[in-house]
């Protein structure tokens, strides 16, 4: 490979890990807003939060550690090593959270909770679809899911169902919301993702690699659910 074509594809790699640490900043801003709605959370962020109010620490915090107890389980059941963007994911994404909910202000009014609670959504579901368009690797919880997958030869959709359902119940019990917003995410991220995922994917491909790429909708290898936290009717 010459000097050019190495300086070449070292652009466009750093290109791609940009384009998936941004959207890794906007899907941490997405959750930032809906955990500040108030009015229900994500299943993992019900765990979250109800670890924090428990036992202290933040809730960025909180994401990182189980997070890294996530991916050190994967690690031990694979018995090979994180990728790295998962190890970012886990990390850069706890931060983020943490630095929104330090900056943004409490939301006043029912109204007003709504509107950043579906503002949230959406843009936690853009910066899911920006971050996965990137191709920089799954997130932790996905990975453990994929090796469940492969084990058990149940359905995605099922492994999927089924650890959200169990962190759920956890961060119920630990005193994390539940509510309205919960079931609202559940019911409107798969399709906020499955929307904007080939949006962003050819964006990203005419951006860095200057050409257009048209997919077969129904051959593509992407999937809505291939991200940290989404199912094909849940997150």
Known sequence: ??????????????????VFLFGLIIMSLGIALVIQANLGATPWDVLHIGLFKHFGLTVGTWSILV??????S???LTKSWPKAGALANMILVGLFIDFFLAVLPTPEGLWVKWVILMLGIFIQGLGISIYIAANRGAGPRDSLMLYLVELTGWKLSHIRRAMEGVVLLM???????????????GLTIGSIVGILLPISKKMITIMLEGRAVHENIDKRKIRT?????ISKTLR
């Open 1 to 18: 490979m010459t000097t050019k074509l190495w300086i070449k594809s070292s652009g466009k790699q750093l290109g791609y890990w940009g």
């Open 225 to 229: 659910h291939h991200h940290d936290g």
């Open 67 to 72: 997070g890294s107890l996530v991916v050190g």
């Open 74 to 76: 994967t690690c031990l």
């Open 171 to 185: 961060g119920w019990l630990l005193g994390g919301p539940v509510s309205i917003g919960t079931i609202l995410f």
